[in-house]
């Protein structure tokens, strides 16, 4: 068993430092530029960067990714994020800050389809819903951690020391993906030369792949809209928190913890029994309760009420992805998934700013529950939207070409 899940370990190890440093350096980064403004737009201004640095990459990360040694290319990233985090804290420049943060940002979104590719080629079928179970349970565990470690930093440092520490993560992070092997690529894979029309060519063949497997890609395409929701949803949820629930500082923080609470019990349960599950099952059923716990807070008058609600979506959320994870990997063919992966994430990157916008909007103009409450209602018709694509599409119909 030890020899069977070396490689997979060894990747979860690396995921989960990488985990825990981002939850520091987020925490860490929000400070350091409150403290360098005094302004909370300036503070905002740094949750944009990220879907900015996706819009800037995933126009052609996809096919740089699915041309090169994806293992190589992680190790790679992690050292070059690591090497930029070191300078972040000299920054005295706003401006030179925000452009640093955003080639981090960058370069996350050119390894996020290097791993999944990598991850999709080094896990055996039989093993992935186990795989990506444990890696619900090292999210939860950064989720939890990640934060407590900066709460110590922050004790016996500053923030700068917090970003320093993250940096450091990064660098190991790397230094643990040497002892994965490196996986063979296609022949004649990073011959083409690079091109205008070479990525022309890449994104009509995520196009004819998206015709020719719709319904997967209709299912992957609802998942990433019902986690657009999800994301809009939560950048109200300090306000909602306070100015509709009433909620003290030290009761908004017990709220963040119920959910960290949630997510970690759903990723052990969904550990234990995922493998008896079927994948449909976890995604479709996931997201729905996902779904009906936001509504759950969305409609909540007090701290109980919210507290049911964020417990049970963050629960259900480690069924979620692990169902949707399985079903990407099972369904997207890897010679494509960088790809595939690029495209997609330049669409839901796109929906994530207009998400975001339109329901601050509808919070400034009409009122924030109406605005929480509306977007629970549109993430549970996505959701029911994934329950009936499931339900028409006929596995044994499916080219055998897409897997």
Known sequence: MFRSWKYPFLLLSGIGLSNIGDWIYLIALNLIVLEMTGSPLAVAVLYLLK?????????????FVDRVDQRNLMIGLDVFRAILLVFLPAMSSLPAMYGLVLIVNMAGSVFEPASMTYVTKLIPREKRKRFNALRSLIDSGGFLIGPAIAGVLFIIGTPELAIYFNAWTFFLSGMISLWLPRLEKEAGAGQE?????????????????AKQHLFIMTIYFLFGLMMVMAAALDS????????????TDTAYGYLVSIAGAGIAIGALVVTWVGNDLSTRFLLTGGGLLVACGYLIYAWSVDFSGAAIGFFLLSFALAFANTGFHTFYQEW????????????????????VILATITIG???????IKAAVVGGSWIMLLVTLGIGFVNRQWNEKKVDEAAV
Do not use: C, H, Q, Y
Not at 51 to 63: F, Y
Not at 236 to 247: I, M, R, T, Y
Not at 332 to 351: A, D, N, Q, Y
């Open 51 to 63: 879907p900015v640095g996706a819009l800037l990459t995933n126009v052609w990360a996809g096919s």
């Open 332 to 351: 997207i063919p890897v010679e494509v998934m960088g790809r595939v992966t690029s495209v997609f994430g330049l669409v839901e990157s796109v929906l």
């Open 193 to 209: 030369a690079w091109s205008v029309a070479l990525l022309r060519k890449d994104w009509n063949v995520v196009r004819t792949f």
């Open 236 to 247: 109200l949820e300090a306000a909602f928190s306070k100015e509709v629930l009433g909620l």
């Open 361 to 367: 909007a509808a919070a400034e103009w009409v009122s």
